[in-house]
């Protein structure tokens, strides 16, 4: 038996997401997308965290244990609710007998914030007694199969068929069924067949103070809401709406000799568009249109443009990203992790303009004080457009600090020091004569997904 055991903590290291976006400074991150786990030890076939869970449910129904833990330690690693893992890594430990770990588990997930599955934990530790526990998920009798159990049958036989509008309706019958424990195993299963419908945040406040002439300050957040329909289960292809409201607090119309001071894309744009993704969500194509609004400008400047994009993304995070949260206290970590985030945007409102843009990420994760990563940074990026907007064409690196929310969902702050230049290109607007620029950075992120 292979039981999730890191050191002396029953803990899990996958987190929901596993990393906050990266958002290019002149998209305004329409086209970003979260990061992607590439999980440790990987085997040939690749699986989603609810596509290991399918599997898991499937050997333990079936009564085979090692398999079973087998497929919940994939889910682990793909990302899966680690309250979720905590409880099923209890409930399988229970069918074995082994009470004392079990209750560890169960322990830990009954501290989560899902509150369903914290009563389920509390209810199961409630059960246990001495060292004496019967296995809790014995496969039933024939004489006690009834229609819960055999919808719940029906739903499995039907993932794997692929047949995912059918497993739906199968696990919503079996979880209004009378045994708890039968409901709780497809409330836990529809957490991991493909949604028809989702959706996901994005928020980032991104603020910084130039040492270097012409010096500068500023804060830009930016929030964007997408909603998604996912038509085709086997495919990621998603039509989607969307809003976006970017403005940051030094633009003004009413700037330096009569014109207006402009230092950000400062909109609200609304609309829809299409994304596909694959190879494991790490690369992104998407198309989106819909009307952008001006909310910085001057009388002669348009209130409402089109704006169209057309773009791809790239993304990836190493296998070390994801230190398990420490139960209470604090933990000594030391894994080294990496990242790399690349896109290349269309986008209409800018004269028709093509950006691109590279940003590579090492942290060395030295801390964990409860879910919160305390990683040292050092990163380099480069920016480039057709249009040579100088300010589109540079390349900095710097290095800094990095406080990581692991669980329960993606948030991040970055705190650092960064220097660069700008390549000399022009456009409308000349190039500043110093083309070096040093600057203090904080960042702050986060990104969820309903």
Not at 175 to 183: M, P, Q, T, V, Y
Not at 413 to 436: I, M, R, S
Request: net charge negative; with cysteine.
């Amino acid at each position: 038996m292979r039981a999730l055991v890191l050191g002396s903590a029953l803990l899990f290291s996958a987190p929901l997401v596993a990393g906050a976006e990266e958002v290019s400074p002149f998209t305004d991150d329409s086209g970003s997308a979260e990061e992607s786990v590439v999980s440790e030890g990987e085997t040939e076939e690749v699986l989603a965290a609810w596509e290991w869970m399918e599997l898991y449910w499937k050997h333990k129904a079936a009564g085979e244990v090692e398999r079973a833990w087998e497929a919940l330690e994939g889910a682990r690693t793909a990302g899966a609710d680690l309250q979720l893992v905590a409880l099923e890594a209890g409930y399988l430990e229970l069918s074995t007998g082994a009470t004392e770990r079990a209750r560890g588990h169960l322990e830990l997930a009954a501290e989560g914030k899902d509150p369903e599955l914290a009563a389920a934990a509390k209810a199961q530790l409630s059960q246990i007694q001495n060292d004496n526990l019967e296995e809790v998920f014995a496969e039933p009798s024939e004489e006690d199969k009834g229609p819960q159990f055999v919808a719940l049958t029906a739903a499995y036989r039907a993932l794997e068929q692929e047949d995912f509008k059918a497993a739906r309706s199968y696990l919503i019958e079996a979880k209004r069924g009378e045994d708890e424990l039968l409901a709780k195993q497809a409330r836990d299963q529809l957490r991991y067949v493909p949604k028809p419908v989702w959706a996901d945040v994005y928020f980032e406040g991104y603020s910084w103070v130039r040492f270097t002439e012409p010096s500068s300050a500023n804060l830009v957040p930016t929030v964007r809401l997408r909603g998604f329909l996912h038509p085709i289960p086997k495919v990621d292809l998603d039509p989607y709406v969307f809003v976006q409201l970017s403005r940051d607090v030094a633009s003004r119309v009413d700037g330096g000799q009569g014109y207006p001071l402009i230092y950000a894309d400062n909109h609200l744009m609304v609309g829809g568009g299409i994304q596909f993704r694959f190879w494991k969500k790490r690369v992104g194509l998407f198309a989106q249109a819909g009307p952008a609004f001006n909310l910085v400008r001057s009388s002669s400047a348009p209130l409402v443009q089109p704006d169209v994009r057309v773009g791809a993304f790239f993304a990836l995070s190493g296998p070390k990203c994801d230190p398990a949260p420490q139960k209470g206290g604090v933990r000594k970590e030391r894994s080294l992790c990496g990242d790399l985030y690349s896109e290349a945007v269309y986008v209409s409102r800018f004269d028709h303009n093509l950006l691109g843009v590279v940003r590579g990420r090492l942290m060395v994760t030295y801390l964990m004080t409860g879910p919160v990563a305390w990683e040292p940074y050092v990163e380099g990026r480069i920016l480039k457009d057709i249009r040579n907007d100088y300010w589109n064409n540079l390349a900095d690196a710097g290095l800094g600090h990095r406080w990581r929310l692991i669980a329960p969902l993606s948030l991040q702050l970055l705190v650092g020091v960064h220097g660069g230049g700008y390549f000399g290109l022009e456009n409308v607007d000349p190039a500043p004569d110093q083309l070096g620029y040093a600057e203090f950075r904080v960042q702050l992120s986060g990104y969820a997904t309903f």
